[in-house]
């Protein structure tokens, strides 16, 4: 199970912090990533963190996310900063394991208003 939280409303400029917790059956997890959803996109990554790669980001949150995670491992944290309105959208956090077992969680709505 993945329980993500902390989106909501905040201005452009602002900032938020999601936070996406995966407990039960998750072990020996080796990537964990956001991805967001705006009306009429398709789900697109924002954000990844890899075990052994590190991490990547999309180029239009390059320096303004950053993304992290705790160091029991199960918990991806991702920091959004300078937020503007087309950061807008369904945030979902995703986690794969080393034995193939994926999971989304599902989905916390950030707005940005501009």
């Known amino acids: 199970q993945l329980q993500a939280s902390g989106g909501g409303l905040v201005q452009t400029g602002g900032s938020l912090r999601l936070s996406c917790a995966a407990s039960g059956r998750f072990f020996s997890i080796n990537v964990m990533a956001w991805h967001r959803q705006t009306p009429g996109k398709q789900r697109e990554l924002v954000a990844r963190?890899?075990?052994?790669?590190?991490?990547n980001y999309d180029d239009s949150v390059k320096g303004r996310f950053t993304i992290s995670r705790d160091n029991a491992g199960n918990t991806v944290y991702l920091q959004m900063s300078s937020l503007r309105p087309e950061d807008t959208g369904v945030y979902y956090c995703?986690?794969?394991?080393?034995?193939?077992?994926?999971?989304w969680g599902q989905g916390t709505l950030v707005t940005v208003s501009s």
């Open positions: 995703y986690v794969a394991t080393t034995g193939g077992n994926v999971a």
């Open positions: 963190i890899h075990t052994r790669a590190g991490t």
